[in-house]
């Protein structure tokens, strides 16, 4: 099967940020900021549609149109506790869609009136875990109109991880690595006398998950979803965030495929039907057919190798491949100690596999721990002149990984949630590929990304995606590459250590050569505070550890609505901050509406030009520059070049103020944090 993913275990230890938090520990830590959701005026009861929280006038023509309605729970009808917003790691708001959710006790209930006809919806929600770990199962009574009432049983037997990467599964355990520093302390436990006492549970995280129901029939707009604990729920809280609600089509009929049926597949899930896939598989390839597979839950415990094929479902709310975790007699080759559910392509080195297309059903994963060398992932492997589109994957570990060299494959219309690690991932030597019109929600790593390790990713493109609530890391991250464009995106809410848009020099990754192209998204409270620094991130950071930053790179046409501290950083960690620069930036056409702090950070040598970047609501003084901390008579080592038409500021004055020009030392390592208003239209 494909490489495992053991450079993973060294992307999230926290272990190259050390050496900053360890030089920065006496400062004081940055101040928190709460979280404001869209503020709409409608009357009580009507439907309120969003998207990431927003007015949907101030995405239009970013991010994935799927045919979802999103309604936030805050903005529903209910007789619970609206929570509210906030943007601290580790709490409930801070993880929910817009910062805020209702939490229901038994007997409570929260309301949505459907925006348009529907006949499905999607609740994200959140259940307490269980006293020792392992999660619970509670009920959810959903009516509409008060009647039709049908029950959703809901777990958390899929959420609440605790402590540092790669987390555990026990609220009670003690700290993973003693010999880490922490910012709990400011110190490492380990070398400490005496030894500090930390709070179990020790950083809580991931509570959210999300589940779908078929409602049996269409309902017409202005009709009312009631979502309601039952009076004797298990679950002492139940909090909803949001309610996605759609129209879905008929199951789609394919009567001149390869039926997987007829080949013993068990539609019903009570027997294993991966020896019928494969069946299928074989009998399609060789009669030059499609595989189908009609509605239904089938049971597949490993991986489905698929080379030369074209798998097709019902629709992924009919067609639905769900299998549990195994733990295998004996590790493999690439390091797995278990396997799962999941369509693999060949590994590179075996020749990879190609002009695969896969289709219009779901895969339902049993990962509820991290371990970074499983391939428990919904798809992977090396797939070249392939498709994925229209797929549901949830609770895998990554819901798409490949392991190139691979290319010209593509990704649209997939619904990818609830992953203990990655959304997607273009890992080493990826080329010539597009992940379009996706929805990728509460990942727990970077929701897509592009990482070249040990070979370039090339000439690829993240176009029109929408990534919410990333648990930890980053909504798009790339990491070196040559050519590669990220557009017309969408992305919402970060939670920790990372941000919206990241550019790193990190992780073993090639260098950037050519040009990255990174144009017309938004990003909306974005910029968290990171956690081994004790300092805020900008919406979009640039970050080098292992190489300089030196491609030409261009932010056009970006908006960076309510950031959290700053809209923009450039940062060097602080070992190598005299060895790695960042050069050859260039920020245009930009809109900046509110950030707790500045407009742009920078704390690293090199140089950046900016031009028609407007600015407003703006916290603190509009740029920021400490370059690498020397406070040399000279000036700053990063400089800043006008090019004119960049407008605006905040209670300082104008943003990029003549006196801040070209390197003035501004720097003001950790200020305080003044929230913004909500963003509004320009």
């Known amino acids: 099967m494909s490489r495992s993913i053991t450079g993973a275990a060294a ?60 309604q936030e ?55 307490p875990d269980a006293p020792n770990g392992g999660g619970i199962t509670a009920p959810l009574d959903v009516t509409v109109n008060g009647r039709n009432r049908s029950t959703m049983t809901l777990t958390s037997q899929y959420s609440w991880l605790y402590n540092q990467y790669p987390f555990t599964n026990d609220p009670n355990a003690d700290l993973l690595h003693s010999d880490w520093w922490i910012t709990e302390c400011g110190c490492v436990p380990s070398a400490t006398t005496p030894t500090p006492q930390i709070t179990k549970p020790f950083r809580q ?129 690439d390091g797995s100690v278990h396997t799962g559910v999941g369509f693999y392509g060949r590994s590179a080195a075996e020749g990879g596999s190609r002009n695969v297309h896969l289709s219009g059903f779901a895969i339902e994963g049993d990962v509820r721990e991290r371990i970074d060398t499983d391939q428990v992932n919904g798809i992977g492997g090396s797939l070249s002149d392939s498709s994925v589109d229209g797929l549901y994957i949830h609770h895998t570990k990554v819901g798409m990984w490949f392991d190139g060299p691979m290319k010209n494959f593509t990704a649209t219309n997939n619904v990818i949630t609830d992953q203990i690690a990655d959304g997607l991932n273009f890992h080493t030597g990826v080329t010539d590929s597009v992940v379009r019109n996706n929805l990728v929600r509460n990942s727990g790593d970077d929701g897509l990304a592009m990482w070249a390790e040990k070979t370039q990713d090339a000439r690829n493109t993240f176009d029109h995606n929408t990534v919410q609530s990333p648990v930890l890391a980053n909504g798009i991250a790339i990491y070196g590459g040559t050519d590669n464009t990220v557009s017309n995106n969408l992305i919402a809410d970060p939670v920790r250590e990372g941000s919206a848009i990241h550019v790193g020099s990190r992780f073993g990754a090639e260098p950037f050569t050519g040009h990255l192209w990174i144009t017309d998204n938004t990003t909306v409270r974005a910029g968290t505070h990171e956690l081994n620094w004790n300092i805020g991130l900008g919406a979009i950071w640039f970050y080098a550890l292992e190489k300089n930053i030196d491609a030409d790179i261009r932010v056009t046409g970006d908006n960076f609505l309510d950031s959290t501290y700053n809209a923009m950083m450039l940062v060097a960690d602080w070992p190598v901050k005299d060895l790695y620069s960042v050069t050859g930036l260039h920020f245009k056409d930009i809109k900046v509406d509110g950030t707790g702090t500045s407009v742009l950070s920078a704390r690293v040598a090199g140089s950046a030009t900016f031009e028609n970047v407007d600015a407003r609501n703006v916290g603190a003084v509009g740029v920021n520059n400490c370059g690498t901390f020397h406070f040399t008579p000279a000036g700053s080592e990063f400089s800043l070049t006008d090019l004119g038409g960049n407008d605006g500021g905040g209670t300082t004055g104008p943003w990029l103020a003549s006196w801040e020009l070209p390197n003035t030392i501004t720097c003001d390592d950790r200020p305080p944090v003044v929230a913004p208003p909500a963003p509004s239209a320009w």
């Open 205 to 333: 995280n991931h509570f959210y998950d999300e589940q779908r129901l078929l409602l049996g029939r269409t309902y017409k707009a202005g009709d009312k979803v009631r979502l309601s604990v039952p009076a004797g729920s298990a679950a002492a809280w139940t909090a909803v965030d949001l309610l996605d609600s759609q129209l879905v089509g008929a199951p789609h009929v394919n009567l001149a495929a390869a039926n997987v049926l007829a080949f013993g597949a068990d539609p019903f899930g009570k027997r294993d039907s991966a020896d019928a896939f494969d069946k299928a598989v074989a009998f399609a390839k060789r009669a030059h057919l499609k595989v189908y597979i009609p509605p239904g839950t089938y049971q597949v415990n490993r991986h489905i190798v698929v080379d030369d094929v074209t798998i097709e479902g019902a629709g992924s709310w009919y067609t639905v491949v769900k299998g549990h975790q195994v733990t295998l007699a004996t590790p493999a080759a």
């Open 73 to 127: 729970a805050e903005n529903a009808a209910t007789n619970g506790t609206v929570l509210a917003p906030d943007r601290t790691a580790y709490t409930l708001p801070a993880e929910a869609s817009g910062r805020s959710a209702v939490k229901l006790a038994p007997g409570q209930y929260v309301e949505f009136t459907l925006p348009a006809a529907a006949n499905a919806i999607t609740v994200r929600y959140s259940l």
């Open 11 to 70: 992307r999230r230890s926290g272990l190259p940020l050390r050496g900053a938090a360890t030089a920065l520990a006496a400062v004081t830590a940055a101040a928190g900021l709460t979280g404001t959701a869209f503020a709409d005026t409608a009357p009580a009861g009507a439907a309120v549609v969003t998207r990431a929280s927003l007015a949907p006038s101030l995405v239009a023509g970013r991010g994935a149109e799927l045919g979802i309605s999103e």
